[in-house]
């Protein structure tokens, strides 16, 4: 699971006492990251149960030991085109407003200690469809760090295909 | 006797429970003695156990937990410190009330020994504490005789006035003694007998064998009962893939009798296994109709009525997730029936009844499901009133009041905001209830059902699934995908096969199938849920009809086929997946999938299913009330024309291969269930009816098939050929007949259009439209 691409470094450069950890992960290419402290475990590629007309980033459910989670493709919900059909992936679950969600995501890179005031605002990048999720950035060693908001992923992905087309 | 002797077992265990937590409670206070919270908790306690001792007369009980309350109170409002003393002599308390609640398990009374000590200690470190805290040597002392105060220390029997025989006390004990001492003086049971009561020995004799009170039930977490009945189910799935992996003929596995008789053994225990957990879950009924004796004997006091409350089946399990939904319904229905349903007393004897009401609530299993019966012998509800009440909300026309029956004009009751109270009393009849009651009922799939006869009383009959964790499912196939239909809304299945004798339409726009004589809306799965875009042919090829019905709505729901059906564990599903109004939770199958259950209800809103006007009339088409909303089979004719045809004329919709019709005597008929079923266009009827000559058949078209309505079998064997069938519509338009054609009764306004309304019978040879005809008696043609 861990990756040597120097972000394990990130956190032991900077043993400033206020940190916060976060959860990295690979999606088509990009480093993203989620708060540590609302992930509860990660799977490997499980057996998915489609929900049609869900939003399609909402790629089926699957079972946590009797436990029924959704979970959202990254790519799709970040704006990214849909990986290969056999490409592997990795299940970070994480925790909203009590229930559990999966983040679907290429690959997991590692837990890292960023610096709470090295955390910058984003910016404005129109262009970037995963923007809506972007809560802020952290320039690592080895390039840019997209930190999401997990409430906000999940939020977005509430309206449903029925629902747009009935518009 | 016996209900009592069922309390004081409760009192036993709570108390018990109780007791281990003042223990704990106790030392936690030690560590951190000004905590408001276990402070409180612990004087609540020791209130309780006083509390109910005194009602069970048990007065050595309530003196030495008086004495507690005392200094506990005195703790809580700061006067005195928590010390080594205070925790000391509270804990022989606890000790003590343990000893004599043993005493009480095992032979039904306090016993012998005394405890008057203990109170006065418990006094006097109250008053002690506030006084002289300096004195530690004095402490010592007191801790001393405590801890050696043996429990079962036998004593000279005990007589109650004994004033003289208490040492000398502190200025606070002096206060409070007496209370104490008036409390045993007062008491019934402080002479110990020699013989003992009778319900001593009623609860020494099982005592003898069976285990203690204490042990026979303990109290769990839910949360962890919870991810117990999770566990199993996981342990089930690794059971189940064990055997298939035992069953795949291994020869290695084959070779291995021994792994055979394990995993027998493994198959068996976890089936064992599952149905306890799952039994955990349920609780008897007994924990809601408890509350009844208070609640109808103070809803009596206050409403000045005499009521006689009968419960029956109070052992009834169901799930404890649905004893708490079911609470404040029947709560609800039994105010109404002490309020509203029983008559006070002097109307009563007016009417020759016993000045007494009889209030029953029962509960019994019936069918797998349970049912709560709440039968009073009050007066009725007015049928009157409710019909009276339902024009003037506008509900109801005058008219269609009079046509409904009195069981009909009683469902109103369950409409939001209906009351018939004359006068709002502070128990019921602000008109809310009824409506929340039905919701909150049918919300976990019950039912509620009413029938009340004028001076003879009411019957309320709610019936609940047994639980909501494990429901029965029929598991179907759409697309290669399986979804669960709870089988509580399952009416039928109907095979469509082609050919076969029911398979019928599956028409663009509005599919409709006839079963039971009802014309019943049709859902496709795969359409509704886009799960593939198949031709509409697909579907009457091989299909499976779940006809469903749920609140006002019944419909077929076409799907592939059954895969299966048995019981099923519900589980939730994200809020955001509810929410997209298809389903209602998840399932693990035993192999370990999801499978999504379908909520019909949200399904029926998804499809705009039209809700029945009304069962009784629907079934009953001949007879239509005047003012319901007259529905209508809307199609297009061969020539582009769009009608409409009264659905009551219309039995059913067929597609017919032009090789299955055949020209006879100058006419099309098709062969139909081994009937000849005469075919016409319905263009040529037209035509034919306007030139008073009737037109049966028609040229053969090069059209592979054809689509045809056929009529009601009261009008004949008749299928009139159309172009297209558009859909089912439910018409407010009034029907206007000025101007009209020959074989039309009328024109309706559709979508702000106006279409001709076909009359059907005077098209059929030898049924000619009859003024005031059954069928369409708004208008003679």
Redesign the interface.
């Known amino acids: 699971m861990s990756q040597s691409n120097g972000l394990t470094r990130v956190a032991s450069d900077c043993p400033a006492p206020t940190t916060q950890r976060f959860c990295a992960f690979l999606v088509a290419g990009r480093v993203f990251a989620v708060d540590a402290a609302r992930v509860t475990e990660v799977l490997r590629g499980q057996l998915l149960t489609p929900v049609p007309q869900a939003h399609r980033a909402l790629r089926g459910l699957l079972n946590l030991r009797g436990r029924i989670v959704p979970a959202i493709d990254m790519r799709l919900r970040l704006g990214f085109d849909a990986a290969a059909a056999d490409a592997s992936h990795t299940n970070i679950v994480v925790t909203v407003g009590g229930e559990y969600f999966s983040l679907m995501v290429d690959q997991l890179v590692d837990v890292i200690e960023i610096p709470v005031g090295a955390i910058e605002q984003p910016t404005a990048d129109s262009d970037d469809p995963s923007r809506d999720s972007v809560a802020a950035v952290y320039a690592a060693a080895s390039g840019l760090i997209y930190l999401l908001d997990v409430d906000q992923l999940v939020a977005g992905i509430s309206d449903t295909e029925f629902e747009r087309k009935m518009r | 006797m016996n209900e009592n002797e069922e309390f004081v077992r409760e009192f036993l265990v709570e108390s018990a429970e109780n007791l281990d937590q003042l223990d704990q409670d106790l030392v936690a206070l030690e560590e951190n003695p000004r905590d408001p919270k276990r402070l409180a908790s612990i004087f609540r306690t020791v209130h309780t156990i006083k509390g109910t001792s005194g009602f069970f007369g048990f007065a050595k009980l309530g003196a030495i937990t008086h004495s507690g309350e005392h200094l506990l109170g005195q703790l809580r409002d700061g006067t005195i410190e928590l010390s080594d003393r205070v925790t000391g002599a509270l804990l022989t308390l606890v000790d003590a009330v343990r000893s004599i609640l043993e005493t009480i398990e095992k032979t039904g009374s306090e016993g012998d020994a005394d405890f008057r000590d203990l109170s006065q200690t418990l006094a006097r470190v109250a008053d002690e504490a506030v006084a002289e805290r300096q004195d530690p040597r004095r402490g010592d002392i007191v801790v001393t005789r405590l801890n050696a105060l043996p429990a079962e220390q036998p004593t000279v029997p005990q007589t109650v006035a004994q004033p003289q025989a208490m040492a000398p006390l502190p200025a606070a004990a002096a206060t409070l003694l007496p209370t104490a001492q008036s409390a045993l003086a007062e008491s019934p049971v402080v002479e110990p007998e020699p013989t003992q009561p009778v319900v001593a020995t009623a609860i020494a004799q099982p005592k003898a064998s069976a285990p203690a009170v204490v042990e026979a039930s303990i109290r769990v977490d839910v949360g962890l009962l919870g991810s117990l009945v ?2 199993v ?2 342990l089930v799935l690794a059971r189940n893939q064990l055997q298939s992996t035992v069953n795949s003929d291994r020869p290695d596995v084959l070779k291995r009798p021994d792994l055979l008789k394990v995993v027998q053994r493994i198959h068996a225990v976890t089936g064992g296994l599952q149905s306890a957990a799952m039994k955990t879950r349920m609780q008897p009924i007994d924990q809601v109709l408890s509350k009844f004796p208070r609640i109808v004997r103070d809803l009596a006091v206050t409403c000045g009525k005499e009521v006689q409350l009968l419960i029956d089946g109070a052992d009834t399990e169901l799930d404890r997730s649905l004893i708490e939904t079911i609470r404040d319904p029947l709560t609800h229905l039994v105010r109404n029936a002490v309020d509203h349903g029983i008559e006070a007393p002097a109307v009563r004897t007016f009417k020759g009844k016993p000045p007494s009401g009889r209030l029953s609530l029962r509960a019994f299993h019936e069918s797998g499901r349970v049912t709560i019966e709440i039968k009073d012998d009050g007066g009725g509800i007015p049928v009157e009133a409710v019909r009276a009440k339902a024009i003037a909300r506008g509900l109801i026309g005058p008219e269609e009041a009079r046509s409904l029956s009195d069981d009909q004009v009683l469902q109103f009751i369950f409409e939001p905001g209906f009351s018939t109270a004359a006068a709002v009393t502070d128990v019921s009849g602000r008109g809310v209830g009824m409506d929340v009651v039905k919701t909150n009922i049918e919300a976990i799939g019950g039912t509620v059902d009413i029938a009340s006869q004028r001076d003879v009383g009411t019957t309320v009959r709610v019936r609940v699934p047994l639980t909501l964790a494990i429901i029965p499912a029929l598991i179907v196939t759409c697309a290669g ?1 399986r979804f669960a239909i709870p089988q509580a809304y399952v009416r039928e299945l109907i095979a469509l096969r082609a050919g076969s004798s029911v398979s019928v339409e599956g028409l663009a726009g509005a599919p409709v199938m006839r079963v039971r004589g009802r014309l019943t809306p049709l859902v496709f799965l795969d359409a509704l ?3 593939n875009m198949q031709s509409v042919g697909h579907h009457a090829e091989h299909s499976t009809v779940v006809i469903v019905r749920v609140d006002d709505y019944e419909f077929g729901l076409v799907v592939e086929g059954i895969a299966s059906s048995g019981d099923i564990v519900v ?7 509810v ?5 209602a ?2 399932t ?1 199958m035993g192999d ?5 259950i379908l909520d019909p209800r949200g399904i029926a809103q ?1 499809a705009m299913i039209p809700a029945r006007p009304d069962q009784e009339h629907a079934s009953d088409a001949s007879t239509p009330a005047p003012d319901a909303q007259p529905r209508y089979l809307l199609c297009e004719t061969v020539s582009g024309r769009q009608v409409a045809l009264p659905l009551e004329d219309v039995s059913r919709l067929e597609i017919f291969s032009s090789a299955q019709c055949e020209q006879a005597a100058g006419r099309m008929v098709v062969h139909r269930d081994g009937r000849l079923t005469a075919l016409a266009d319905l263009d040529d009827m037209l035509e034919g009816v306007s030139e008073k000559r009737p037109a049966l058949g028609f040229k053969a078209s090069a059209a592979a098939s054809l689509t045809a309505v056929i009529v009601a079998e009261s009008l004949g064997d008749v299928g009139l050929r159309v172009k297209r069938i558009v859909e089912v519509i439910q018409s407010q338009s009034p029907l206007s007949s000025v101007l009209c054609a020959a074989g039309v009764l009328g024109t309706i306004a559709i979508g702000g259009r106006a279409t001709e309304v076909i009359d059907v019978r005077s098209l059929i040879p030898g049924k000619p439209s009859l003024p005031g005809a059954p069928s369409l008696s708004r208008v003679s043609a």
Do not use: M, N, W
């Open positions: 999770d566990l189910g996981e995908q849920l886009d799960l589980k939730p599903i994200a809020g955001l997946i929410s997209l109004g298809f389903y939770g998840a693990v370990g999938a999801v499978v999504l998804k």
